[in-house]
C-alpha cells in the first residue's frame, strides 16, 4: 500500500538552473497539494490541484514557479531559474476527494533543494 | 484569514511523565483541526483530526487531543510519555468553507528524556 512518493528525495542546483520536483499521490487520491518548508519554519501551502486543473494556487510565487497534475503520470512542480532562497524542504501530499474537505492529507517524504 | 499558534518552540518531559503540545487558532466558520508529527528528514506523519462531535479526539501512538471551542483550542496531549515519542510536533487548521489547504503552526519540538 504504497503512500505518497516524491523524486527525487535531494536535488543540488546552480542559481539560474531549473528544478523539477516530482509527486506521485496514494493510489485513489485525486487531489495533490504542495508545501515548502523553509528552515526553522513550518509548512506553507503553495499549490492545489485536481487532475488537469489547478484549484487554489494563492500560496505559489507568481513569477518561475509552476505546477501541474497531469491526466496521467505524477504531478510536477516546476522552479525556474533557482535562486538561493528557494532552497528549502518541499513537501507533496494527497487526499481522497469524496466531496467533504476535511479528509487528512498523507504527506510525501518530501524533496529538499539545495541552490548552490 | 486562518492561522496557528504553537506557543512552545520546545517542550521537554521526561519518560513516563504526561506531556502537553499546545495549539490555538483562528479561522472562519467551524475549524477542521489536524495533529501531524514529522520526525528528521521524514515527511509528516497523520496523528489524528478534529471534525465535529467529542471534542476529546483519540489517535495514533496513544496521543489524544481536546478541542476547546471557547479557548480556541487544540493541545495534544499523552498520559505517559515514552523516548521515541521525540519529534517535531505540528498543529493546522482547515476552514469549514471551500478552501482545502492546511495552515500549520511553526511546529513544536519534543524532546523526551530517559
Known amino acids: 500500500n504504497a503512500g505518497v512518493m516524491q523524486n527525487p528525495r535531494h536535488l543540488v542546483r546552480r542559481r539560474g538552473q531549473e528544478a523539477r520536483l516530482r509527486c506521485s499521490p496514494v493510489?485513489?487520491?485525486?487531489?495533490v497539494y504542495w508545501y515548502r518548508q523553509l528552515p526553522e519554519e513550518g509548512l506553507k501551502f503553495m499549490v492545489y490541484l485536481q487532475k488537469e486543473n489547478i484549484i487554489d494556487e494563492s500560496g505559489m510565487p507568481k513569477e518561475r514557479f509552476s505546477a501541474e497534475f497531469p491526466k496521467e503520470g505524477p504531478s510536477i512542480l516546476r522552479i525556474q531559474q533557482v535562486v538561493r532562497g528557494d532552497s528549502a524542504a518541499y513537501f507533496c501530499?494527497?487526499?481522497?476527494?469524496?466531496?467533504?474537505?476535511?479528509?487528512?492529507?498523507?504527506f510525501g517524504p518530501g524533496t529538499r533543494l539545495t541552490v548552490l | 484569514a486562518q492561522s496557528v499558534a504553537q506557543p512552545e518552540d520546545q517542550v521537554n518531559v521526561a519518560e513516563g511523565n504526561p506531556l502537553t503540545v499546545k495549539c490555538t487558532y483562528s479561522?472562519?466558520?467551524?475549524?477542521?483541526l489536524f495533529w501531524y508529527v514529522q520526525y528528521p528528514n521524514r515527511g509528516l506523519q497523520f496523528l489524528l483530526k478534529?471534525?465535529?462531535?467529542?471534542?476529546l479526539v483519540k489517535g495514533s501512538y496513544g496521543f489524544e487531543a481536546e478541542f476547546n471551542k471557547s479557548q480556541t483550542s487544540f493541545h495534544l496531549k499523552k498520559p505517559s510519555a515514552l523516548v521515541s515519542d521525540s519529534a517535531l510536533y505540528f498543529c493546522?487548521?482547515?476552514?469549514?468553507?471551500?478552501?482545502?489547504?492546511?495552515?500549520f503552526g511553526s511546529g513544536t519540538q519534543l524532546t523526551v528524556l530517559p
Open positions: 479561522v472562519s466558520g467551524n475549524p477542521y
Open positions: 493546522a487548521v482547515r476552514g469549514s468553507g471551500s478552501a482545502r489547504q492546511l495552515t
Open positions: 493510489k485513489g487520491h485525486s487531489h
Open positions: 501530499a494527497s487526499s481522497h476527494g469524496t466531496g467533504t474537505n476535511h479528509n487528512e492529507q498523507f
Open positions: 478534529y471534525i465535529t462531535g467529542d471534542n
